[in-house]
């Protein structure tokens, strides 16, 4: 099951507080102002800066 479309409106990057975008998988958030990816494990975002991973 994806996140719901209401949960994505309402989830802000940690970092920038800006928005976020569902990767093309399914499996992460990614802030582009930040560069960073916010991964989705078992269902639930990992919403931690120190457990993002940095875009190249």
Known sequence: ???SKELLEILACPKCK????LT???DG???DACRLL???RDEIPIMLI???KKLD
Do not use: S, V
């Open 1 to 3: 099951m994806a996140i």
């Open 18 to 21: 800006g928005d976020l975008r």
């Open 24 to 26: 093309e998988k399914e």
């Open 29 to 31: 958030l990614i802030c």
């Open 38 to 40: 916010y991964e989705i």
């Open 50 to 52: 120190d457990e993002a």
